[in-house]
T-cell receptor
Framework: DAGVIQSPRHEVTEMGQEVTLRCKPISGHNSLFWYRQTMMRGLELLIYFNNNVPIDDSGMPEDRFSAKMPNASFSTLKIQPSEPRDSAVYFC??????????FGPGTRLTVL | AQSVAQPEDQVNVAEGNPLTVKCTYSVSGNPYLFWYVQYPNRGLQFLLKYITGDNLVKGSYGFEAEFNKSQTSFHLKKPSALVSDSALYFCAVRDILNAGNMLTFGGGTRLMVKP
C-alpha cells in the first residue's frame, strides 16, 4: 500500500495567489482529515470528512480556506487568496472507523 | 469535549536509560488513546493504541504505554532509550461516544536522547 499521498510536497507562492493542496487517502478508508502544523500553534485539525461528507470544519481559519472531497479517493484544500501567515506544513490523514489515522508526508507551504 | 495534555515540552534522557513521556486526557466517556511519533520533515507515524483490554500496550520500536483510568493518564515508556528515538511525540484521544473518528492531539513532547 502506498499510504496517504499528498501533492505537492513543497509549494512556494506569493501573497494573493491561489494554492491547492491535494490528498489521496488509503484505499478503503472512510475518514479523511486535514491538519496544519506550525511552530507557534502546533498541530491543528482544520476539517474532516466521513464518507466524503464534511463533518467538522470548525478548525478552518477563515473563508479563504475551503476543502472538498468529490469522491472517496481524492480531496483538496484550497487557500484563496493566500497570505504569509498561512505558511505551514499541511498534513492529510485517513482512517477506517475506530482505527488509527495514517498521515501523509505533508505539504510545506511558503507564502512570500 | 475531549482534551489531551502533554505537560513536558521536552524530555532529555541518556542513551540506555529508561524514558517516560507523559500524557493525561479528559473525555466524557471511555477513551481510545494513541501515541504518534514525528521525525524531522516527516508526517506523524502511529506507534501504539489503547482501545480496551490490558492496560499495558506494546507498540512499535520497543515502546509501550500504560493506561491508568483513575489517573486519566497514558504515559509512553521505553526501557532503554536509543539516540534514534529522538523525535517529537504526540498523544491523542478519541471519545468512544464521538460519532466520528476525530482525534484530539496534545501539544507534543520533544524527546532528546543523548549518547
Amino acid at each position: 500500500d502506498a499510504g496517504v499521498i499528498q501533492s505537492p510536497r513543497h509549494e512556494v507562492t506569493e501573497m494573493g495567489q491561489e494554492v491547492t493542496l491535494r490528498c489521496k487517502p488509503i484505499s478503503g478508508h472512510n475518514s479523511l482529515f486535514w491538519y496544519r502544523q506550525t511552530m507557534m500553534r502546533g498541530l491543528e485539525l482544520l476539517i474532516y470528512f466521513n464518507n466524503n461528507v464534511p463533518i467538522d470544519d470548525s478548525g478552518m481559519p477563515e473563508d479563504r480556506f475551503s476543502a472538498k472531497m468529490p469522491n472517496a479517493s481524492f480531496s483538496t484544500l484550497k487557500i484563496q487568496p493566500s497570505e504569509p501567515r498561512d505558511s505551514a506544513v499541511y498534513f492529510c490523514a485517513s482512517s477506517s472507523v475506530g482505527d488509527e489515522q495514517f498521515f501523509g508526508p505533508g505539504t510545506r507551504l511558503t507564502v512570500l | 469535549a475531549q482534551s489531551v495534555a502533554q505537560p513536558e515540552d521536552q524530555v532529555n534522557v541518556a542513551e540506555g536509560n529508561p524514558l517516560t513521556v507523559k500524557c493525561t486526557y479528559s473525555v466524557s466517556g471511555n477513551p481510545y488513546l494513541f501515541w504518534y511519533v514525528q521525525y524531522p520533515n516527516r508526517g506523524l507515524q502511529f506507534l501504539l493504541k489503547y482501545i480496551t483490554g490490558d492496560n499495558l500496550v506494546k507498540g512499535s520500536y520497543g515502546f509501550e504505554a500504560e493506561f491508568n483510568k483513575s489517573q486519566t493518564s497514558f504515559h509512553l515508556k521505553k526501557p532503554s532509550a536509543l539516540v534514534s528515538d529522538s523525535a517529537l511525540y504526540f498523544c491523542a484521544v478519541r471519545d468512544i461516544l464521538n460519532a466520528g473518528n476525530m482525534l484530539t492531539f496534545g501539544g507534543g513532547t520533544r524527546l532528546m536522547v543523548k549518547p
